[in-house]
């Protein structure tokens, strides 16, 4: 199932459940971990146990009641087994903690296919496995690895398919409002119940966010007189109550871990950001159309291959305006822009240089499919007759990545390579006589004996299949899915047990197509 798809979902559970739209669109390794809703709201909610700590008391108590028998909401999710292709029973014998230690330890990288039955893993609607009760621990295990990817439109549909008044939900839901530019409604929910707030700057932020400023500012003076808010945190929150009175003194250093308020605040105030790159989920701001060219292309690319979003906002970030300089996203917005003039000029010579061009400044970022998705639909229009070489082996490789297998099968070079010809084979292409079999590529060999009838090679292979054979269906996924975490560079062993667990639990399609990406989006190996 394609990201976009996802995303459709999400915006459609969104809507249902809650009368909202999906949210706009806004806009390396980070430069530290997110504290999930730790300081912004509650300075250490135990999302494993579903208590939160001793605070300053700052309205009525919380008052929590679980009525006897009432059901874990670890069955929620925006994809029923119908759509989502996974069983209802999902776990199995898989206890709710097993199931939990294995979503939060899952690695979830590897090929852009892989990273997709992810997410779709998090989004599914499941039986709660054994042990789940109403702390949601699962749910909330889920929704935290949503956040970690910058998934913040998926992780708000699951939220609000429940219960945002939930503490753990409420407190990640109030980030999610704040780093999408949509904090009014968590901010009204903490208005109309202050008991979901046990800390003041969340309190001060909302007042101020409603346009009650003296309130806020009488709010922040007495938590202050008390102890009750860190001084880093005071001056924030005074200098995002009045700048005016912080002209001409120096800028503060971003604090690290850098919350959520804490980004959304000094964003606000103008305050430089922390070097280094930040957390995916930081990103969603940059996405907007009047964000500089260079950090739009750059928040949407690292999206794009984290799985939180699809190609349609990268590709709109290449084309949105003259490339400043060469080098780095510059030149791949500008390849994008001179494919698109080739295609818009139909003259098979201009696309034939264009494409290749495109295809390795992506192609070298991890950005190939994301390149297939965007063009698929144009490349299957092309006249096969028109390519060859180069530019035909790219518009094979490109309409396979893409989903359009029909189209492919029309550009088959006259002697495909062998990772070509394995490909082919993986999607029922026909071949000529003399293509050449996988013996020569250790990796394209692990691929067509994944789908081989032959009895488990290792102990590996023999584990996985004794997993699915119990019902285990979502640990085996998993697992799975950490054997392809290096993606293109997956070792041939963990690649054919990976796909061959996939495929013995009813996953045959994915699997497919995360062979063919696999071996078609690693480096260029010459024809």
């Known amino acids: 199932m394609s990201q976009a798809r996802f995303l459709r979902l999400a915006a459609a559970a969104i809507a249902a459940h809650a009368g909202l739209s999906g949210l706009a669109a806004h806009a390396e390794t980070p430069r530290s971990a997110i504290p999930w809703l730790s ?43 119908e759509t989502s292709g996974f069983r209802r029973d999902l776990w199995g014998p898989t206890t709710a903690a097993e199931a939990r230690e294995a979503v939060l330890s899952a690695r979830g990288t590897g090929v852009p296919a892989a990273r997709a039955l992810f997410l779709q893993l998090l989004l599914a609607e499941a039986d709660p496995p054994d042990g789940s009760d109403p702390g949601s621990g699962l749910l909330v295990a889920r929704i935290d690895r949503l956040l970690a990817m910058g998934a913040l439109e998926q992780a708000e549909a699951l ?42 700057p969340a309190r001060v932020f909302c007042l101020a966010r409603g346009g009650d400023w003296n309130a806020a500012e009488i709010t922040l003076t007495m938590g202050d007189e008390v102890g009750s808010i860190p001084p880093e945190e005071r001056d924030l929150l005074a200098r995002f109550l009045d700048p005016e009175l912080f002209e001409g003194e120096p800028d503060p250093p971003a604090p690290d871990p850098l919350t959520p308020l804490d980004f959304l605040m000094r964003e606000a105030v103008g305050l430089p950001r922390p070097p280094g790159n930040l ?49 780095g996203v510059w030149d791949r917005a500008a390849a994008v822009q001179a494919l698109d003039e080739a295609l818009a000029s139909a003259e098979p010579g201009r696309i034939a240089t264009a494409l290749p061009a495109a295809d390795a400044a992506l192609r070298a970022s991890g950005l190939r499919v994301a390149l297939a998705q965007e063009y698929a639909a144009a490349f299957a229009g092309l006249d096969p007759e028109a390519y060859h ?57 692990a691929a067509a004996e994944a789908f081989a009838s032959k009895p488990p090679p290792d102990h590996l292979e023999r584990s996985l299949a004794d997993k699915s054979a119990e019902g285990r269906q979502g640990e085996v996924i998993l697992e799975a899915l950490d054997l392809l975490a290096d993606g293109s560079e ?27 990406e696999t071996l078609l989006t690693g480096p260029e190996t010459g024809r």
């Open 389 to 445: 070489g180069a530019a035909r082996g790219a518009l094979f490789e490109l309409l396979l990545l893409g989903g359009e297998t029909e189209a492919a099968a029309r550009f088959l070079p006259a002697t495909p390579d062998v990772r070509e010809a394995v490909v082919a084979r993986l999607h029922d292409i026909a071949l000529p006589q003399d293509a050449p079999g996988p013996d020569t590529d250790p990796l394209a060999l």
């Open 39 to 81: 300081q912004s709201i509650e300075g250490g909610f135990d999302s494993a146990t579903g208590t939160l700590p001793d605070a300053l008391p700052l309205g009525p108590e919380p008052i929590t009641v679980t009525p006897l028998g009432a059901p874990s909401r670890d069955a929620v999710g925006i994809l029923t087994p």
């Open 490 to 516: 997956t070792a041939p062993p963990s690649l054919r047990a990976a796909l061959r667990a996939l495929a013995a639990t009813g996953l045959e399609t994915a699997a497919r197509q995360i062979a063919a």
């Open 279 to 327: 957390p995916l989920a930081f990103l969603y701001a940059d996405l907007g159309e009047h964000t500089p060219m260079r950090t739009r292309i750059s928040a949407a690319e690292r999206l794009v291959i984290s799985g939180a979003i699809g190609p349609a906002a990268l590709f709109a970030a290449y084309r949105a305006g003259e490339p400043a300089a060469s080098g």
């Open 159 to 200: 939220i609000l398919y429940v219960d945002p008044s939930d503490p753990a939900l409420f407190l990640r839901w109030f980030d999610i409002g704040l780093l999408s530019d949509n904090a009014e409604p968590p901010c009204e929910a903490l208005r109309r119940n202050p008991a979901l707030s046990p800390t003041l």
